[in-house]
């Protein structure tokens, strides 16, 4: 086999940010960006009524109808909707940071253990990152 090794999957991820800007993120592979294949993973994670915000992706368009106030940001026009103030930077920030850890260390090699770095991303920011002399 000439090259490398070929990701069938999608990374997915949700980040959730509070009101002091603590993000905890869910990050799970996806066969594929469908709305058949992400909407349950939404509605899982995800409380009836919250806001999601997100780009235009049409796999999205159906959340206002389940009960979800989505806010949508087309970034072929800007960063930051003008009209409602919505924008992605929190996320966009955070995968770059999580894509660069993972390439850092080697995790892109196979769906395992591309989803075990993804996993210890999640368990590093929801808990260890609370314990400011580290979590072990």
Do not use: C
Request: no cysteine; aromatic share 10%; glycine share 8%.
């Amino acid at each position: 086999m000439t090259g490398g090794w070929r990701r069938r999957n999608w990374v997915f991820g949700l980040l959730g940010v509070n009101q002091n800007g603590h993000t905890r993120p869910i990050l799970r592979l996806v066969e594929k960006r469908s709305r058949r294949h992400l909407v349950p993973f939404i509605q899982l994670h995800v409380r009836i009524g919250s806001s999601v915000l997100s780009d235009e992706w049409r796999a999205y368009r159906i959340l206002p109808g389940l009960g979800y106030r989505h806010h949508t940001v087309n970034h072929s026009r800007y960063y930051v909707d003008p009209h409602t103030g919505a924008h992605t930077q929190h996320l966009e920030r955070a995968w770059r940071s999580y894509k660069e850890k993972i390439w850092r260390l080697r995790g892109n090699r196979n769906d395992n253990l591309l989803s075990q770095h993804l996993h210890v991303i999640e368990w590093n920011e929801w808990l260890a990152n609370k314990h400011p002399n580290g979590a072990l």
